[in-house]
């Protein structure tokens, strides 16, 4: 307990004395008190922040937080602000988003089919094509992804095909919807926009419970 030394009052702790002090005994104190009194003052006030731009500067913190969280995590589907690029000849909307072997390693599925003639992905050709998608160990059905932000379209284009959301090309030959062929692009059974779609794969080797990837052209003159 303090005991004031200008009344009978007694106090818990030093700051409720000098508070005291402020409120009971201001034209009373001696110099030594005034000090301690503003000392006591300043102090409180430096330390204090107003509620108002308390509350807005964790409002726009937890925004930016948010927002980064969103850009940085938020994987599949649609792909995130990417660089592009051009891979063996074709534009790509999106380049890999991280470096290849940082920590990615996942993997699905994937048939391309032209004209009932499925393209053989385990040809030496196709095999270990790009560090951030490939298909490897002589197995041309599961696909491998070592890098995030790989698109579909990304991943086509390090096998020498071109694909955009109505066209395939492929050896040269650019088959396009509507114009004599029919193109479908397919991941788990839904239509996707190849320059836009992150491939999302799963750590099983089988491809199971990743990204099902499924491509079909067919020419008028295979129907």
């Given at each position: 307990?303090?005991?004031?030394?200008?009344?009978d009052?007694s106090?818990?702790?030093e700051?409720?004395?000098?508070?005291?002090?402020?409120?009971?005994?201001?034209?009373?104190?001696?110099?030594?008190?005034?000090?301690r009194?503003?000392?006591?003052?300043?102090?409180?006030?430096?330390?204090?922040?107003?509620?108002?731009?308390?509350?807005l500067?964790?409002v726009?913190?937890?925004?930016?937080?948010?927002?980064v969280?969103?850009?940085?995590?938020?994987?599949?589907?649609d792909?995130?602000?990417?660089?592009?690029?051009?891979v063996?000849?074709?534009?790509?909307?999106?380049?890999?988003?991280?470096?290849?072997?940082?920590?990615?390693?996942?993997?699905?599925?994937?048939?391309?089919?032209?004209?009932?003639?499925?393209?053989?992905?385990?040809?030496?050709?196709?095999?270990?094509?790009?560090?951030?998608?490939?298909?490897?160990?002589?197995?041309?059905?599961?696909?491998?992804?070592?890098?995030?932000?790989?698109?579909?379209?990304?991943?086509?284009?390090?096998?020498?095909?071109?694909?955009s959301?109505n066209?395939?090309?492929?050896?040269?030959?650019?088959y396009?919807?509507?114009?004599?062929?029919?193109?479908?692009?397919?991941?788990?059974?839904?239509?996707?926009?190849?320059?836009?779609?992150?491939?999302?794969?799963?750590?099983?080797?089988?491809?199971?419970?990743?990204?099902?990837?499924?491509?079909?052209?067919?020419?008028?003159?295979?129907?």
């Amino acid at each position: 307990m303090v005991d004031c030394d200008y009344c009978d009052g007694s106090f818990e702790g030093e700051d409720a004395y000098l508070d005291h002090l402020a409120e009971a005994h201001a034209g009373e104190l001696g110099s030594i008190d005034k000090r301690r009194v503003e000392d006591h003052d300043s102090g409180s006030a430096g330390s204090s922040i107003p509620l108002g731009p308390a509350i807005l500067v964790g409002v726009i913190g937890l925004s930016l937080a948010i927002v980064v969280y969103v850009v940085m995590f938020m994987g599949g589907g649609d792909a995130s602000a990417g660089e592009s690029g051009t891979v063996n000849g074709f534009d790509v909307a999106q380049m890999p988003t991280s470096e290849p072997y940082t920590g990615t390693h996942e993997h699905g599925t994937m048939t391309v089919t032209i004209d009932g003639q499925q393209i053989d992905f385990s040809q030496e050709q196709y095999q270990l094509a790009a560090d951030p998608f490939h298909f490897e160990g002589g197995n041309g059905r599961v696909w491998h992804t070592h890098a995030t932000g790989v698109t579909l379209e990304y991943a086509l284009a390090t096998l020498n095909i071109g694909i955009s959301e109505n066209s395939l090309t492929f050896q040269g030959t650019t088959y396009r919807t509507g114009e004599g062929a029919t193109v479908t692009i397919e991941v788990n059974g839904e239509s996707v926009d190849p320059e836009a779609y992150v491939l999302q794969g799963t750590e099983a080797d089988s491809g199971e419970g990743g990204d099902q990837v499924r491509i079909v052209v067919s020419t008028n003159e295979s129907k």
